[in-house]
């Protein structure tokens, strides 16, 4: 319900810039939050009709750099119709951040008896407190209902789709399973491929070399659901294990590049698993001239 609720609230952020881009003003590329603190000031000071100088001087000093931007985009002055559409949108944008604040207030009383859990999972990258009650509201507390980890992320509707014929693996689709935990970990995924000094992040951006970001990210939110499973099942917290896929990476793939390269005469064979380089072929293939 709360995420619908979200939803909902990011329909009517939408139509609010949709107005207020009609009508010439246009803060949405000014400011990186035109639903922050400043931002809130100039939406309801268009709703008023102020002075748009009367509206620079009460912004905060966090965009003094950005003042002569932001007189240039209130020059314009939005209509009578506009106004009144603007402020309805801003009643209801306000009336659905009160009810998702009761929601989460309600939300939090309710997950008290579970709080050590939710700790737990908030030491994963890429989850704070909010996705972090979702996900235990969609799992529950006890993980020992899913016979191992990989079954647990087909649930969830990671797992890679079964299409196998003659003895050979063919590409499809992932199954079908959980959308809304789905999305919260593909959500968590593309903040923990984010996150500095993690193996998710050099996981995601090894894997988008070969298969593409979209994939990888699927990918990763496969290896978070299968990790999150072990914590909550052992209640232990995340432990980076440091692990370096980018030399798995280069390991693996190394003879074959090695190969390549002595294949187009970049690399000479020595035997013993040497090669010298050819720099001869190097410097006329990088200088045909």
Known sequence: ??????QERSRVRNRIQKVIDGAGVRVGGILSDVFGKNGRIILEGLVDGDDPRDILRRLTRHVSAKIEHLGDALSMELQDWERVILADLMDAERLVNARIGALDAEILKRLEPYEPILEILQTMPGIDRTAAAAILAETGPDMGV???????AAWAGLAPGNNMSAGKRRASATRRG???L?????EAAHGASRTKNCQFATFRSTLTARRGYKRAIVATAHKIARTLYVMVRDRVPYRDPGTDYEALLVDRNAPRWLRQLAQFGLLQEQGNGTFRVNWQARSTATNPA
């Open 146 to 152: 899913f016979p191992s980890p990989q079954a647990f």
């Open 178 to 180: 959980s959308r809304f």
């Open 1 to 6: 319900h709360r995420q619908r609720l979200v």
């Open 182 to 186: 789905r999305s919260l970990l593909v």
